[in-house]
């Protein structure tokens, strides 16, 4: 694990992309730039690539979760991809935290959401949704979720429907299907690839909700949605939802 930075009483962008690119690596380098896509089909507009492992990134994040808000906003802004997976991924981590007041978990939904233009690729949205975003909004109006299940931008879009996988995560799956919805005419794969995660992670906790959805959707969803939304139903159960889809 990384030497702390938290014990060096030092928590800046700066030394975080300090210690960053010390572990970089060419090798890593080349598998990064085969993997990542962005929504034109290359890497996100203007990002540059270092090659870190992302083990890696995330043990040197978990050591500067009290980084302040204004230092991982710098982070943010960094060109360079990995710096930002950096900044979202302190950000998970410091609202996973036991400890965590609200108004720092405010503070760093805020960042989040203010700062969106700086979240240009499905793994930047996942960091920043998969706990933080609805942890912050679990007890407060959801609105802005399908305000953002609208946005012509795509990782607004995608945050829409993963922002409520926390409310999944305490029982509660009517956003999840409600936002679904909004998303079933989206035209982007990453879109209907998360939607269906989501749908079949709020059939975990309410399958009868998710049975009621499919249906009433399967013969017009995507087929990445329906697949990725059945994939643990028996074949039977498959099969019957996936001719609805073909006809």
């Known amino acids: 694990m990384p030497k702390s930075l938290a014990a060096t009483k030092d928590l800046t962008a700066r030394q975080f ?68 997976a950096g900044a979202l991924s302190i950000m998970d981590k410091a609202s996973r935290d036991k400890t965590i007041t609200g108004p720092r978990l405010k503070e760093l939904y805020d960042l989040y959401m203010n700062r969106h233009d700086r979240v240009n690729n ?34 607004e879009r995608r945050t829409s429907i993963l922002g409520t996988c926390y409310f999944i995560k305490k029982g ?12 079933l005419l989206d035209k982007e ?26 249906d009433k959707h399967a013969a017009t969803m995507p087929r990445t949605m329906l697949r990725n939304s059945i994939e643990k139903f028996d074949k039977k159960e498959k099969e019957h939802y996936m001719k609805i889809c073909e006809e």
């Open 172 to 183: 509660e799956t009517a956003d999840t299907f409600k936002i679904a919805e909004i998303l």
């Open 17 to 84: 992309i300090i210690r960053l690119t010390a572990l970089q690596s060419d090798d890593e380098l080349k598998k990064i730039q085969r993997y990542f896509k962005s929504e034109a089909g290359s890497y996100g507009e203007g990002d540059q690539f270092i090659g870190v492992k992302m083990g890696q990134l995330f043990e040197l994040a978990k050591t500067v979760i009290a980084m302040p808000a204004k230092e991982i906003e710098k982070l943010l802004e960094s060109p360079i991809h990995e710096v930002r």
């Open 189 to 214: 794969d990453l879109i209907h690839k998360a939607a269906g995660w989501m749908l079949r992670f709020a059939g975990d906790k309410d399958p009868k909700g998710l049975r009621a959805f499919l």
């Open 122 to 155: 499905w793994d930047l949205v996942d960091l920043g949704c998969l706990h933080m975003v609805g942890s912050y909004l679990i007890d407060k109006p959801r609105k802005i979720l399908y305000r953002l299940a609208k946005s012509k931008n795509i990782w």
